[in-house]
Structures are given as C-alpha cells and as structure tokens.
C-alpha cells in the first residue's frame, strides 16, 4: 500500500469575505478558492455551484441546522 502525504503552507495577500463556525470571516482568496474547488470536485458538484463554505449541500451533508 502507498500513501502519499502533502503539506502546503500558503500565505494568501488578498482576503474574501466568508464565514466560520457561523460568523463572518475574512478568508484567504486563494486559499477559499483551492478549498472549495477541493469540495466540488469531491461532491462530484458542476464547477463553481460550490461557491460558499455554508453551501446548503454542505451543511446537510455534516448534519448542520440553522439557528
């Protein structure tokens, strides 16, 4: 068996508004981008339906409620 690990360090300069835990959040644009293009392609989801980390797929998926 092969198992392959990868760690990336990315230090992104320009910042997007999102969300964690439920409250706002200023995200890495790079970072938010590779993350949710990662999500997408994990989900089988169409490029750029996965848009925002409270995705409602997402959120169903891990059992999320809102409040």
Same mark, same amino acid.
């Given at each position: 068996? /092969? #198992?392959?690990?990868?760690? +990336? /360090?990315?230090? *992104?300069? $320009?910042? +997007? *508004? %999102? @969300?964690?835990?439920? !409250?706002?959040? !200023? &995200?890495?644009? =790079? %970072? %938010?981008? #590779? @993350? /949710?293009? /990662?999500? %997408?392609?994990? =989900?089988?989801?169409? &490029?750029?339906?996965?848009?925002n980390p409270s995705f409602p797929f997402l959120l169903r998926w =891990?059992?999320? !409620?809102? $409040?």
């Amino acid at each position: 068996m /092969l #198992l392959i690990q990868i760690g +990336v /360090l990315i230090e *992104d300069t $320009k910042f +997007v *508004d %999102s @969300c964690m835990g439920r !409250k706002p959040w !200023k &995200a890495g644009k =790079f %970072s %938010s981008s #590779l @993350c /949710l293009a /990662l999500w %997408s392609e994990h =989900f089988g989801l169409p &490029a750029g339906e996965c848009t925002n980390p409270s995705f409602p797929f997402l959120l169903r998926w =891990f059992g999320h !409620k809102k $409040k």
